[in-house]
């Protein structure tokens, strides 16, 4: 059964940084693409940023220029940097993983933006 284990997050002031990491382990199969989604309260969940295998990215459009997301494949493993941060990057982010038809889900982890 595929597992993903997230660490990171918590409480940090408006400019500050904060790393996420999420290690998936099971059935994964290659080809897959990891990567980390956000819901504020009252809001959809939303797209943070994504990477496949082949370490092709994508990035919401709020994040663009202050977030970076990268892999180790050989776990693997999604690593979330985050700069620049503001008050409305406060959501609980969740660690995602999409291979095949098949798509799974983190706990979550909170993140918090504030003075």
């Known amino acids: 059964q595929v597992q993903l284990v997230e660490s990171g997050g918590g409480l940090v002031q408006p400019g500050g940084s904060l790393r996420l990491s999420c290690a998936a382990s099971g059935g994964i199969f290659s080809g897959n693409v990891m990567g980390w989604y956000r819901q504020a309260p009252g809001k959809e969940r939303e797209l943070v940023a994504d990477i496949s295998s082949g370490g092709s990215t994508n990035y919401g459009d709020s994040v663009k220029g202050r977030f970076t997301i990268s892999r180790n494949n050989a776990r693997p493993t999604v690593t979330l940097q985050m700069n620049s941060l503001k008050p409305e990057d406060t959501a609980v982010y969740y660690c995602?993983?999409?291979?095949?038809?098949?798509?799974?889900w983190g706990q979550g982890t909170q993140v918090t933006v504030s003075s």
């Open positions: 995602n993983i999409r291979m095949r038809i098949y798509e799974y």
